[in-house]
């Protein structure tokens, strides 16, 4: 009694040490790889071969078909790819899992893995403190391989079982068809438990080794827990949009129908695996059941790849979205897996959603634009902007919280928190302007009521040039939100701001000296009102810009930090490395036209003398002609190919404005 006891807590100890180990290698895996990962699945193209290589090579690499086909739900969720992409990378993903069995069959009964297991470990948790190199990331990869192996040794140990004690899965074949399917049942029930049909086919291969598993129970098992690896996919869904459901719903139908299909021909099929495998099953038995699961899945996947389409189709037929899911209010459509988590899976999806939020926010521009050239009701215009602020704030307090909650993930590391909080940062500033728009809505109805007709058409004409200003600079932050955008992006960017701001103080000065003239005061106190909220609208797509991450490295910085740099227009200056550049391109510049113009952007907005640009730039004690200056402007407008950057004021000298 007290034996089986102790197997059974030996077998037990053993499982969660290999989970453990396989969530630590699959973690270690992604961790190290980055954003390669989300990146291969992202850019996956329409081809449905293309997809399943995806999904292989995927699964392959973090050693998880649960978390490949949860990674797909969610992108399908947030409408990252489609249905019919999703369905070829199930189909890898099913093909790609079957490593693990190669993994265990190879490593796992050649050698004493146990003595392997603990110098491997050593190595991994070493490799944690080589920071600087950048591998330090692979650690938990091999720590996770060490347990992983130690996990199969103990689990031989403790299911090294008497022949007596397990005849009763011999009893199982004598059963026949129903056998099967109890074996299949087994394994599907175990892997949905465990979530993890690599841990039921390592288990499956040590009973096997060890003699306490007949080859057709085992072959059964294996294509049970096939059915059972689908559990994630169906949890993953739950709460989900339609089309995560329709993911799923293909995951399930496809791993139950083919292991149909592989019973109905079970004997021909394991007469098939005896012919690609030399020996007989007694002989290298966990080489047949490693082949059979790759052959299962390879051929399972080339049966149904060429009707993709066909039941992607179906799929949507038969899962309809209804009325109260496409009314529902906003849920971060992000799965977050409770034995799977990787800050890597979710950038992407994340990234979509704040584009979309940006998109309800152009909206509201769009009604605010609507409302000043008086091209529809102010009370229908206001109940649509009321209605995507409140969804902008839904958006904002979810996609918040999520990203709170993945910066506490343990893979995440300084940088990915860095990142998240310019992410938080974004959609606050998205807020505050979803804010400023309704502020500048009901503003605009009281501006209307107080003012006189003729002086309302003239204010609103200066309102729309100046909202204009505004709302395209609100466009190419989107384009911005949606691309990435660079340090020179940002320093050009600031220019547009610098404009706005000197706009509104143009705006409020006129209207000081309208009420000094006897205009009507009410109406010119919610005019500039108005001009101040538009201004701070600005504002608050600045902050956007500020908080978004440079993608890229610049050349323009590559000799100095941001506070090198002068911007007007698109031409920057880079005064550390005494270079320039127009839109980013460097522009080879001689000694003297490189001290004109960096003279003439240090005092931007002022009106240099001839004589103050010629003592400043060529010492005026030498005898030089004044067409000099002249020339090197020339020279400089040719080379900036930008004529009116530099302006001549006659009579007096040049000026940037």
């Known amino acids: 009694m007290i034996t089986v006891i102790s197997q059974i807590l030996g077998f037990i100890g053993s499982l969660c040490l290999l989970l453990f180990g396989m969530e630590m290698l699959s973690n270690g895996i992604q961790k190290g790889a980055g954003n390669n990962l989300q990146s291969l699945l992202h850019k996956i193209s329409g081809n449905r071969f293309t997809a399943v290589l995806t999904g292989l090579a995927v699964t392959a690499i973090i050693q998880s078909s649960g978390a490949t086909t949860v990674m797909v739900v969610s992108f399908v969720n947030a409408e990252i790819i489609s249905l019919t992409q999703a369905i070829g990378i199930i189909f890898g993903a099913n093909i790609g899992t079957t490593v693990t069995a190669w993994i265990v069959s190879f490593f796992g009964f050649s050698f004493s893995i146990e003595a392997a297991a603990i110098p491997l470990f050593g190595f991994g948790f070493i490799l944690k403190y080589f920071k600087k190199f950048k591998i330090h990331n692979f650690a938990d990869c091999f720590m996770g391989f060490a347990l992983l192996f130690m996990a199969l040794g103990l689990l031989k140990n403790s299911m090294n079982l008497k022949p007596d004690s397990v005849s009763f899965l011999q009893k199982f074949q004598d059963l026949n068809f129903a056998g099967l399917l109890l074996g299949v049942l087994i394994g599907t029930v175990f892997t949905a438990l465990i979530h993890s049909s690599s841990a039921t086919t390592a288990i499956v291969l040590t009973m096997s080794a060890n003699g306490s598993l007949p080859w057709e129970l085992g072959a059964a098992m294996v294509l049970g827990s096939n059915i059972g690896s689908t559990v994630d996919a169906v949890m993953s869904s739950l709460g989900a949009s339609v089309n995560a459901k329709r993911t799923a719903a293909v995951h399930v139908a496809f791993n139950v129908t083919g292991t149909l299909i592989a019973l109905l021909f079970f004997q021909p099929f394991l007469n098939l695996i005896d012919l690609i495998v030399p020996g007989t099953p007694i ?375």
């Not at 800050?343 to 634009?369: C, H, P, S, W």
């Not at 002086?455 to 309102?463: D, M, W």
């Open 283 to 657: 002989q290298n038995i966990t080489i047949h059941i490693a082949m059979l699961h790759t052959v299962f899945n390879i051929l399972a996947a080339l049966l149904f790849l060429p009707f993709v389409k066909q039941i992607a189709s179906i799929t949507e037929k038969v899962i309809h979205e209804s009325q109260k899911e496409k009314d529902a209010h906003y849920k971060i459509p992000i799965i977050l897996p409770k034995n799977h988590v990787s800050k890597d899976l979710y950038t992407f999806q994340v990234q979509k959603e704040i584009t979309k939020m940006a998109g309800r926010v152009m909206d509201m521009m769009g009604y605010l634009n609507q409302g000043l050239n008086q091209q529809r009701d102010m009370a229908i215009l206001i109940d649509e902007i009321n209605a995507q602020e409140e969804y902008v704030d839904e958006m904002n307090h979810e996609i918040s919280w999520f990203l709170q909650k993945c910066s506490r993930l343990p893979t995440a590391n300084h940088s990915d928190r860095n990142n998240y909080s310019s992410m938080i940062s974004v959609i606050q500033n998205l807020e505050d302007l979803s804010d400023e728009c309704c502020s500048i809505m009901h503003s605009l109805c009281k501006f209307k009521k107080n003012a006189e007709s003729e002086s309302f058409k003239n204010h609103t004409e200066e309102l729309i040039e100046y909202f204009n200003q505004v709302y395209i600079f609100y466009e190419q932050t989107c384009t911005y939100i949606a691309l990435g955008l660079s340090e020179i992006d940002k320093v050009l960017l600031s220019d547009v701001e610098d404009r706005i701001d000197s706009t509104k103080r143009e705006l409020k000065k006129a209207s000081r000296k309208r009420i000094e003239n006897g205009s009507n005061v009410k109406a010119e106190l919610n005019y500039m009102d108005l001009v101040r909220k538009i201004e701070k609208a600005g504002d608050c797509i600045f902050g956007v810009i500020q908080a978004i991450q440079p993608n890229v490295e610049d050349s323009v910085l590559a000799d100095g930090s941001e506070k090198n740099l002068i911007s007007a227009q698109n031409v920057i200056i880079n005064t550390k490395s005494r270079k320039a550049f127009v839109s980013g391109k460097e522009v080879l510049l001689a000694v003297k036209e490189y001290e004109l113009l960096a003279l003439l952007m240090k005092n931007k907005g002022q009106v240099l003398t001839r004589k103050q640009l010629l003592e400043s730039v060529w010492n005026y004690d030498k005898e030089i002609e004044s067409r000099t200056l002249d020339v090197h402007i020339g020279l400089l407008r040719q080379k900036l190919n930008n004529q009116k950057l530099i302006e001549t004021v006659r009579g007096v000298g040049y000026r940037i404005s």
